[in-house]
């Protein structure tokens, strides 16, 4: 009797792993259609996660304790709740910031995970599937007038919503696919063929969205995957011609999507000095995550700082802010220097597993920290929920997939 259970017990045990496996692979269709979808994974996967552990009566955190990029995700959620303690929430509220732990249990489950079961290769496939169901929906969006979901190509046609969702997916996923093509071409697989086509997908798509932060951040990547491949291999000339194509690349993209227009870029830098302001007057921990747009909306109005004049002689006096446009003034801005810190400790633990990443997809993997960086000095909001599961979904790559069985053989031609 007691054996059938226990047999019982390890079968659950089993399949609540491949139920994590498949949810948290899932993360990428999840954003393509929109919260509900990636809110749902993540919080499927992580409930998951505790079902198994009450079922097996097994402590999940013992395995992950001592994992540098555990305690730094979790110092980073703590600078998060120790702002909202001191600072108060603002109109967003307290669950707001609380519920940050969820892309911190998130990865916990899948760091666990990873230790009975592999994980990247179902995540790299994942994130092809991601990929492809963009792709319909925008097809769809501009063929039919309307998407999978009902949504109008008027949404399509914006930077917000699904053109932003999307470009951020598609602007990290291109380089990953294109540089695993080219690795996959060298060791003489035939799939290299399929990794250069969902890599070609996502850049165009990345592309029609015209939103010039994550397309440039897009090329640095591709840039970085190829230079770093064939640095060795390369004479005088072809080490001159990648920069040059590179800047090419980035000034007919600016041309394409808006020209040389610098208003976009003098709004950030008026709120980018707003943002210093807030983060000095909150040095250590910031004015929290859900007070950030109530403070800096006080902070504009007061005028303790001074609206920024541009060369054109044009005052950019932004009165009103979501986030601070930038990676690091984000992170300053609403946890201090303590938010900043920690959280650049995950983000050097995650750089740290893909450059000992000997996977087929290394090179495409240690393409995301350029992208993210890239994108992140006038881009998305590390706080906006998407970008954070986006973040989540990669840096769970970059961890987890150091030793698995590759995903292709090398067939000799």
């Not at 603002?90 to 669950?95: E, F, L, M, R, S």
Request: proline share 3%; aromatic share 16%.
């Amino acid at each position: 009797m007691q054996s059938g259970k226990t047999e019982t017990t390890m079968k659950w045990g089993r399949y609540l792993d491949n139920s994590m496996l498949f949810l948290g692979a899932a993360v990428p269709m999840g954003i393509v259609i929109g919260n509900a979808g990636f809110e749902a994974m993540i919080a499927l996967t992580v409930l998951a996660w505790m079902v198994r552990a009450v079922l097996l009566r097994k402590n999940p955190f013992s395995e992950i304790a001592a994992n540098p990029a555990f305690l730094a995700w979790t110092a980073w959620f703590f600078c998060i709740v120790a702002s909202l303690a001191v600072n108060g929430a603002g109109t967003k509220g307290a669950g707001h910031d609380i519920v940050f732990i969820r892309f911190l249990l998130f990865a916990c489950a899948l760091l666990d995970l990873s230790t009975r079961r592999p994980v990247g290769r179902h995540f790299v496939w994942g994130l092809a599937a991601g990929v492809l169901f963009a792709g319909v929906n925008t097809i769809m969006a501009y063929g039919a007038g309307f998407d999978l979901f009902g949504r109008s190509v008027e949404r399509y046609t914006s930077k917000l919503k699904e053109p932003a969702r999307f470009a951020g997916l598609c602007a990290m996923a291109a380089p990953f696919f294109l540089a695993w093509a080219q690795t996959a071409w060298s060791e003489k697989s035939k799939q290299w063929i399929f990794f250069l086509a969902i890599g070609a997908a996502a850049l165009v798509i990345l592309v029609q969205t015209t939103i010039r932060t994550a397309i440039i951040a897009s090329f640095c990547g591709m840039f970085f995957a190829v230079f770093s491949f064939r640095y060795t291999k390369m004479g005088w000339t072809e080490k001159i011609l990648w920069p040059v194509l590179l800047f090419t690349g980035i000034w007919i993209t600016v041309q394409y999507a808006e020209g040389w227009n610098l208003r976009t870029f003098y709004d950030r830098i008026a709120i980018w000095k707003i943002s210093v302001a807030m983060w000095q007057e909150h040095f250590f921990l910031g004015v929290g995550v859900s007070a950030y747009k109530d403070i800096y909306a006080d902070f504009a109005l007061s005028g303790v700082v001074s609206p920024y004049v541009a060369p054109t002689g044009v005052v950019f006096d932004i009165r009103k802010a979501y986030h601070a446009h930038n990676l690091f003034l984000m992170l300053l801005s609403c946890t201090g220097i303590l938010g900043l810190i920690s959280f650049l400790w995950l983000f050097a633990s995650c750089i740290w597993a893909a450059v000992k990443n000997t996977m087929p997809w290394k090179y495409g993997l240690a393409t995301w920290p350029v992208v993210f960086l890239v994108n992140g000095l006038a881009g998305s909001n590390i706080y906006n929920s998407w970008y954070q599961a986006l973040f989540a979904f990669f840096a769970v790559l970059a961890l987890t997939s150091g030793s698995e069985k590759p995903v292709f053989q090398k067939n000799k031609m």
